[in-house]
């Protein structure tokens, strides 16, 4: 059964850090390409940051220099390490897998950056 499973979200202060884990079945992990994305309320789910099996990256700027993301092949986990977090950061962050055409989502993990 191919699934991914998030966790790692909460609620955090402005200039503080999180880091997201995503483990996904094996069968959707390797060699896959792993992204992240996030929905805030009122907003459309948008693209945070991929990893490709080679460990290429590529991340949308609001989040460059602050956002990291990688990849433990042995434990079939996809990282999003989130530092200097800010309220616009704020959303339901999901991980998903892409293997050719197909595409798998995970479920979503809260992330609240708030004072």
């Known amino acids: 059964q191919a699934q991914l499973v998030e966790s790692g979200g909460g609620l955090v202060q402005p200039g503080g850090s999180l880091r997201l884990s995503c483990t996904a079945s094996r069968s959707i992990f390797s060699g896959a390409r792993l992204g992240w994305y996030r929905q805030a309320p009122g907003k459309q789910r948008e693209f945070v940051t991929f990893?490709?099996?080679?460990?290429?990256?590529n991340y949308t700027d609001s989040v460059k220099g602050r956002f990291t993301v990688s990849r433990d092949n042995a434990k079939n986990t996809v990282y999003l390490q989130m530092n200097d977090l800010k309220p616009e950061d704020t959303a339901v962050y999901y991980c998903?897998?892409?293997?050719?055409?197909?595409?798998?989502w995970g479920q979503g993990t809260q992330v609240t950056v708030s004072s």
């Open positions: 998903n897998s892409v293997l050719g055409v197909r595409v798998y």
């Open positions: 990893i490709r099996s080679g460990g290429a990256t």
